[in-house]
């Protein structure tokens, strides 16, 4: 069966430091996989997707990136984290048949002071 | 582009009590629909999905959802409620991206359980 783990579970960290959450999936090859954001009250936004190694497709403008570096692993970065990158990032895989359905990690929580 | 409206924040009923939460959306074609869950500090778990035949769908826990396209919605039920249910629903909508499916989900609906 497939599982998806993300790392680390929850992070505090100052205004202005990098920042670099990874997610994995195991039991399946060449997922679709997916970052999102879950802040307060504003259900979830969908940041990145990637459909294959190096390919990455962004949602929002932001100062945010990603990066999948291998078929299972995909990494969120940021250079100088801002007090409004505070939030719940959920990582998802898919498969790639026409009836994608998501599955979601367990989730980091990300406060950044 | 897709969208999904939860008319309701927050739902309180009673335990063993019937449950039923909203879920319109818009899209263009036949829409992929489906329902999750999430517990406080947790992920999101797939509670169903809807594809397309039968339009009442089972999930686990003992939920179901029935697509009406005339009315544009996928309204989730239980008939009785516990305990263990409190939690933030979400409804989404898939649409086709490139290469993938693209989910877009409505703001949640919190659900508190009285015993």
């Known amino acids: 069966s497939q599982t998806i783990h993300q790392w680390p579970a929850t992070l505090v960290q100052p205004v202005g430091s990098p920042l670099s959450l990874e997610c994995t999936v195991e039991g399946t090859s060449n997922p679709n996989l997916y970052w999102y954001r879950q802040a307060a009250g504003r259900g979830l936004q969908l940041l990145f997707y990637?459909?294959?190694?190096?390919?990455i497709s962004s949602e929002v403008p932001q100062n945010l990136s990603a990066s999948r570096p291998q078929d299972r692993q995909f990494i969120l970065s940021s250079k100088k984290l801002l007090l409004s990158d505070s939030g719940f990032y959920l990582c998802a895989w898919g498969g790639t048949g026409d009836t994608d359905t998501q599955y979601f990690g367990p989730g980091t929580r990300l406060t950044v002071l | 582009a897709q969208s999904v409206t939860q008319p309701d924040i927050h739902i309180t009923v009673s335990e063993g009590a019937s449950l039923e939460l909203r879920c319109n959306y818009s899209y263009g074609a036949t829409p992929y629909l489906f329902w999750y869950v999430q517990s406080p500090g947790q992920g999101l778990q797939l509670l169903l999905k809807?594809?397309?035949?039968?339009?009442l769908v089972q999930g686990i826990k003992g939920f179901e959802a029935e697509f009406k396209r005339s009315q544009s919605s996928f309204n989730l039920r239980k008939p009785s409620v516990h305990w263990s249910d409190a939690a933030e629903y979400f409804c989404a909508v898939a649409g086709a991206g490139a290469g993938s499916y693209q989910l877009t989900f409505g703001k949640g609906t919190k659900l508190s359980v009285i015993p």
């Open positions: 809807y594809f397309s035949g039968d339009t």
């Open positions: 990637s459909v294959g190694i190096g390919q």
